[in-house]
Structure formats: C-alpha cells, structure tokens
C-alpha cells in the first residue's frame, strides 16, 4: 500500500515558467517532508525541505509547500530552467523511516 | 501499486561484524535495484547498481568487498556490509526499476539505519 503518491509520471514547461510538482500522502504522522532531484545513473539530490511545522519554505527559485489538511506537498520551480529537467521524488519521513513518491519527470522546453 | 520492502528498519551491530539488508520488490519483478547512502537531510549517494543474475556495478569510491551485493533473484537484492565499523553507520535505502507503458519508474525501500558501536 503505497504511502505517498505522485499522480503525475511526466510534466511539460516551457523555460521561464513555473513547474509545480505534486504529492499525496494518506498519514498523518510525518514529521519531514522533502523533495530530490534526480538526474539519469545518478543518485536523488536532495532539493529542499520543510517540517511538518510550517506550510512553506523557500530556497532561490525552489519553493515547498505543505498543506497537511489535504495532506499534500508541493514543489514550485519559478523560473523553470532546461537544467531543472529531471526526475523528481517527494520523500515523508517519520519514526526513521523514509516513504517515497514514484518521481515525476519533468522536462523543461527552451 | 509497486511496493519495495526493506529490512531490517534498524540494527544496532558489535564493530566488526557483518550485516545483511534485503530489498524486495513485492509485486513486481525488478531487473535492476539500486543502493543508497544517506546521511539526514542530505542527498542520496549512489552506491552500486545491482542487476539480476550479474555483478553488481559499484561507484566510485565504494569498496566492493565491504559492500557485498547478490542480485540472485527478480524481486531480492541484498547488501552485506562485512566486518562493519562506526563510519559505517549510517542510513541504507535500496530502490527497484519497473518499467511500465515505456515509462521507468523507481521505487524505494524505507531504509535501513545501521548503528555499529
């Protein structure tokens, strides 16, 4: 039973425009959340986080927010740049444990 | 949906001992599982890329006689981290391939944290 979803495989943008990549999760309990980058043979790079104390968190052009009502996370990318295509995992942690989304494939058009 | 179960979730090991962490693909079959290494917060290092029925591909800077890889089924990866040390403890997760409808999808295990005294 998958914890964390992420319902969109692949996503489209135009270079400039905002990205907003999506998460689902069904528990409560988690106490981090975190968004990876991954580019192909590599391992995920870890982009940002927040605690499930806070809604948002920002960082440059990477901006995380957490809506813990719905229990949805989100990544917005604003400018959206072709080096920002890749895979891109939302991960919830709780108790030692990490669960992770299947990835979104982003890609960014020049 | 495609699940990937890791275990142990945790183990407290005597310095110089060996431990064994399994990853399974539990409905589905996985040609390819890949081992990490995390420090908290931090990004996943790639360890080694494991392939069914060969040797595992490992990074560089990994020591392939600490970190043993057997790929011996479809749905089973283990990783033995032998005659383990304090500055291996650290946090272990494994993930599995699956291609579906021409799109390749990557599934993780909870991880692992191993502790060594």
């Known amino acids: 039973d998958q914890q964390v979803k992420q319902n969109s495989p692949s996503l489209s943008v135009q270079e400039g425009r905002i990205s907003i990549l999506n998460c689902d999760y069904t528990n409560s309990m988690f106490d981090y959340f975190l968004w990876y980058k991954k580019y192909?043979?590599?391992?995920?790079?870890?982009?940002?986080?927040?605690?499930?104390i806070?809604?948002?968190?920002?960082?440059?052009?990477?901006?995380?927010?957490?809506n813990k009502s719905a229990k949805h996370l989100s990544l917005h990318i604003v400018p959206s740049?072709?080096?920002?295509?890749?895979?891109?995992?939302?991960?919830?942690?709780?108790?030692?444990?990490?669960?992770?989304?299947?990835?979104t494939k982003l890609n960014v058009k020049p | 949906g495609a699940v990937v179960s890791q275990?142990?979730?945790?183990?407290?090991?005597?310095?110089?001992t060996s431990v064994k962490i399994e990853c399974r693909s539990l409905d589905?079959?996985?040609?390819?599982?890949?081992?990490?290494?995390?420090?908290?917060?931090?990004?996943?290092?790639?360890?080694?890329?494991?392939n069914e029925g060969s040797k595992a591909t490992y990074e560089q800077g990994v020591e392939k006689d600490k970190f043993l890889i057997n790929h011996?089924?479809?749905?089973?990866?283990?990783?033995?981290?032998?005659?383990?040390?304090?500055?291996?403890?650290?946090?272990?997760?494994?993930?599995?391939?699956?291609?579906?409808?021409?799109?390749?999808?990557?599934?993780?295990?909870?991880?692992t944290q191993l502790s060594v005294l």
């Not at chain 2, 391939?97 to 993780?108: A, N, P, R, Y």
């Open chain 1, 54 to 66: 806070k809604d948002k968190n920002e960082d440059g052009r990477f901006t995380v927010f957490l």
């Open chain 2, 72 to 111: 011996a089924s479809l749905t089973l990866s283990t990783l033995t981290v032998t005659s383990a040390h304090p500055e291996d403890s650290s946090f272990y997760i494994c993930s599995a391939s699956s291609v579906s409808q021409g799109i390749e999808k990557l599934f993780f295990g909870s991880g």
């Open chain 2, 7 to 16: 275990h142990p979730s945790w183990v407290i090991c005597k310095s110089g």
């Open chain 1, 40 to 52: 192909p043979a590599e391992g995920p790079t870890f982009l940002i986080s927040i605690s499930s």
């Open chain 1, 81 to 103: 740049q072709p080096g920002d295509s890749a895979v891109y995992f939302c991960a919830l942690y709780n108790f030692n444990k990490f669960y992770f989304g299947s990835g």
């Open chain 2, 28 to 50: 589905f079959q996985a040609t390819t599982m890949f081992w990490y290494r995390q420090f908290p917060k931090q990004s996943l290092m790639l360890m080694a890329t494991s």
